[in-house]
T-cell receptor, first 113, second 113 residues
């Protein structure tokens, strides 16, 4: 299994600002993902972070709002731009093994005021 | 589109009782099904992964079964303990080459001492 860390673990931000979340994995992985979990809800996939190319976004999520970087096989960032209170969520990164088992980071708890 | 349902949404049992958590999915053409545990405000911990060719998987007090034809998976937790209190999520991976997981909304378990 992979060990995944995220920074920051939580933050409180003002509306209109941006926050960049970092995800670090202890081994090289091909597939890395970003999820959002809104209060009281289950997980929704935001995008797949592709190394060396643009991220692949799911329906309802756009690059201008959630730019993603993937500079190498162990690291990725997700930026939440021009935040509003509706962006208050837990943001999680995950990786998939070759057997398609997914492992998740500890999450970043974001509150937008 | 795969729809994953978990019933009940919440469950409270006395310590020592066995837990039975249900997960149903609409598209039986799944590649695998994964069970996760989530503590409040935290990330997801992978508990068990069942491949589509398997009927069950066991790890310690945990046992997960899979019946593709009826679109159901069940997670059994034997001799529950207060430390088992958490939200349990199931997620189905489709049969295609992508890594996308479809999550249920979760069952929140409280084990009373």
């Amino acid at each position: 299994s992979a060990v995944i860390s995220q920074k920051p673990s939580r933050d409180i931000c003002q509306r209109g600002t941006s926050l960049t979340i970092q995800c670090q994995v202890d081994s090289q992985v091909t597939m890395m993902f970003w999820y959002r979990q809104q209060p009281g809800q289950s997980l929704t996939l935001i995008a797949t972070a592709n190394q060396g190319s643009e991220a692949t976004y799911e329906s309802g999520f756009v690059i201008d709002k959630f730019p993603i970087s993937r500079p190498n096989l162990t690291f990725s960032t997700l930026t939440v731009s021009n935040m509003s209170p509706e962006d208050s969520s837990i943001y999680l990164c995950s990786v998939a093994s070759s057997s398609y088992e997914q492992y998740f980071g500890p999450g970043t708890r974001l509150t937008v005021t | 589109k795969q729809e994953v349902t978990q019933i009940p949404a919440a469950l409270s049992v006395p310590e020592g009782e066995n837990l039975v958590l249900n997960c149903s999915f609409t598209d039986s053409a799944i590649y695998n099904l994964q069970w996760f545990r989530q503590d409040p405000g935290k990330g997801l911990t992978s508990l068990l992964l069942i491949q589509s060719s398997q009927r069950e998987q066991t790890s310690g007090r945990l046992n997960a079964s899979l019946d593709k034809s009826s679109g159901r998976s069940t997670l059994y937790i034997a001799a529950s303990q207060p430390g088992d209190s958490a939200t349990y999520l199931c997620a189905a991976k489709g049969g295609s080459n992508d890594y996308k997981l479809s999550f249920g909304a979760g069952t929140t378990v409280t084990v009373r001492a």
